[in-house]
């Protein structure tokens, strides 16, 4: 992510990547620590997109234009879903992570460093073995090599707008919603009902009053 700010600043255009074998520092969500060991795709796409009216709607298109890349890729894959905000699932355990950093100029955004983080034939921390999943339980063969043009190429044409996410967007997000209808205990206590065209999630209270949050960490039933 820095080396991708550092580049956007010293001019590099729309969709240049910058990729790591390995990260030492690798972060996730609200500063989070990223295991980032060799073997998975590690991978940071410089975005100016065109409007900047909705940028919460970011991570959004780029899980939905991963999930779609994937599956369109490689035979027998399974249906991906979405846990809003940020996060990519296999088999309802977490495959991989998106993270947007923009950066400003007074009230103007100047650019936005998209990071994607995909589990592909990593070791995974032992903690988190029975919470995520990796590319190479369905295609053994696959390697970050082969995905990076495809990945790289996906969030480049997903963040070339941060526009509202249109009716359609909204539609292909509600068929991955790996919230929709579950309990959560955060931002709000509640029932998980979609998103809106900003990409904030909607929660419905137990006292039928809808909330919308556009920023969380999501804890849900199981």
């Not at 796409?45 to 065109?50: G, I, T």
């Not at 995520?132 to 969030?155: K, W």
Request: aromatic content about 4%; proline content about 5%; overall charge negative.
């Amino acid at each position: 992510m820095e080396a991708a700010h550092e580049a956007a600043a010293a001019g590099a255009p729309h969709g240049t990547a910058v990729v790591a074998t390995v990260q030492t520092g690798g972060r996730g969500q609200r500063g989070r620590a990223w295991s980032s060991a060799a073997g998975g795709l590690w991978l940071s796409v410089v975005a100016r997109p065109a409007s900047t009216e909705a940028i919460g709607t970011l991570a959004i298109r780029t899980g939905l234009a991963i999930a779609g890349a994937l599956e369109a890729r490689y035979t027998g894959m399974p249906a991906l879903t979405l846990k809003w905000p940020n996060d990519l699932l296999m088999h309802g355990r977490k495959l991989g992570g998106i993270l947007t950093e923009a950066r400003w100029s007074d009230d103007r955004c100047v650019w936005v460093v998209v990071g994607v983080g995909l589990n592909v034939a990593n070791t995974l921390p032992e903690a988190l073995a029975t919470q995520t999943s990796r590319l190479i339980e369905v295609h053994p063969e696959v390697t970050p090599e082969e995905l990076f043009e495809m990945v790289a190429t996906a969030v480049a044409d997903a963040s070339r707008t941060a526009d509202p996410l249109s009716d359609e967007e909204r539609a292909a997000f509600a068929r991955r919603d790996a919230l929709d209808g579950r309990m959560v205990t955060a931002p709000v206590a509640g029932t998980a009902a979609g998103i809106t065209s900003t990409g904030a999630l909607r929660i419905r209270a137990a006292d039928g009053s809808l909330h919308e949050c556009v920023a969380g960490v999501v804890p849900a039933d199981p």
